[in-house]
């Protein structure tokens, strides 16, 4: 029998777009500032290019995204334009370290407009991010309250990328909401579906149509009440159309971090051209990203291998084409 050529799926060269930085330079900083105990930070507040290459090469991803974490309460608004600062000049660094390797997106603090709107300028107009990066709230203001509405105007005239991302839900802090349970597991599901579903209901991506967003961990929740949300279209305070909620699901983009559930809720939901890879290292630890969640993404029975490909590695491209990602042969898996 002649040997005959797997399909191309896209696993030998990823795109990552959810991979943490907490780059070492700021962590410097911010200890000199006071500001953090390094001794207190999490596991994933220790980031270093060994370490993230390695998980890189063993993942098959050619190129990994930053999505900047500055985890620290800032006094000032100087103080935090300063620690934006640090960490794009650490972001640039890596990037130019590493070519092909690494691109990076740019943290906003929305409820700091002004730094925000310096930020979104220095970085995309002059330092080549592909992307912003954005907490689902801020102070329990989600995404899609008017009062960003300037700072998405900014970002609209660019066609930017927006990455969201979650944290703990408004008023309860970092503790436990429920003892025992870590926040993450299931509380920053709802923080993503919260604002997912009040840019819905403000009508953000029509508002703003030049701009394309990332919901992270496959949306969290919002596939699956994308029934329940429509039939209770209604019951928003304005109420939308049902044909709205559909159609601004159909328009955001979903990351698989997570790991994520099985596919088949999502597709039913979104087109397969929404779907991105995304690892979630170093908040995901590397052998549940190699061990588990990539296992489960190729075993997945709703995906195709035009659906891997594309997830792995074509709609990045597209959605961000200033990336620079290497050939296939440049990041061999070792899973």
Known sequence: MPETTPPDDGSRA??????????????????????VNPKALPPWARWDAASALD????????TAVLKPMLPARYETSAQLREATTVTLRAATEVVSAHPGRFAFHVPLFLDEPEVSSWALRHGLDELGAVG???????????????????LFAELDERAAVVDTHPHNLPGGGAAPHVPGIPNF?????????????????????????????ILPHAGGFLPHIATRAEAFAGAFSPPVEP?????????????????????????????????????DWPACP?????????????????????????????????????????????????V
Not at 23 to 31: G, I, K, N, S
């Open 14 to 35: 990823r795109i990552d777009v959810h991979h943490h930085f907490c780059a070492p330079q700021w962590l410097e900083w911010a200890e000199r500032q006071g500001l």
């Open 185 to 213: 597991l299931c509380d920053f599901l709802l923080d993503t579906t919260r604002a997912a579903v009040n840019m819905i209901h403000k009508r953000t991506l029509d508002r703003f149509p030049n701009l394309s967003v």
């Open 243 to 279: 044909a709205v909620v559909r159609d601004h699901m159909r328009r955001f983009h979903y990351d698989t971090a997570g790991p994520m559930s099985p596919a088949g809720t999502l597709l039913a939901t979104v087109p397969p051209s929404q779907l991105l890879f995304g690892s």
């Open 55 to 62: 998980l890189m090469d063993r993942a098959g991803i050619a």
């Open 286 to 334: 590397s052998a549940m990203v190699t061990d588990i969640a990539l296992p489960a993404l190729a075993a997945d029975p709703a995906l195709t291998p035009a659906h891997h490909r594309a997830i792995n590695r074509d709609n990045a491209l597209r959605l961000m084409p200033g990336l620079s990602a290497p050939s296939a042969e440049a990041a061999p898996a070792r």
């Open 132 to 150: 912003v990066n954005v907490t689902a709230n801020y102070g329990g203001v989600y995404l899609g309250d008017a009062s960003y509405d300037p």
